[in-house]
């Protein structure tokens, strides 16, 4: 059975993240998770969030961001849907690990963190999805 626990709309602004890990973290913990994998999971989101924030929004803070969290079975579906222009899928990928500096790191915690997760465009050309998944048992 999937059940939505919740589905956020939030401005695509950095400052609004502090609402989403803690709702992240309360999702978590309301199935089960220990603390250490719902910490993990709110790395994971945040870390989503923040390349939509970056790259598909270039930082412009009028855009909006979709989450929703859904509970199937052992698992946890987290969903992101943000209306900006459509992200070339190829540089969608993390930096080189020897590469010492801040950020670009995103979407190498989502791999190590998450089960699966895929990203593509939404139907009609105009913004794009990432779907991230995690067994919970």
Known sequence: MDEKLVEIRFPSKAERLTLVRALV???AQTVGCN?????QLVIA??????????????GNG???IVLEIHHTGPQLRFRLVD?????DLEKVKSR???????????VHFISEIMDDFKFGHLEG???NYLE??????
């Not at 603390?35 to 910490?39: I, P």
């Not at 945040?46 to 598909?56: D, G, L, T, Y």
């Open 125 to 127: 050309g105009s913004g």
């Open 25 to 27: 973290k309360r999702a």
């Open 132 to 137: 991230m998944k995690k067994s919970i048992d």
């Open 35 to 39: 603390d250490s994998l719902g910490e």
């Open 45 to 58: 989101v945040n870390e989503a969030c923040m390349n939509v924030i970056q790259h598909a929004y270039q």
């Open 83 to 87: 209306y900006a222009a459509p992200v």
């Open 62 to 64: 009028t855009g909006e």
């Open 96 to 106: 080189d690990l020897e590469d010492i500096r801040p950020g670009g790191l995103g």
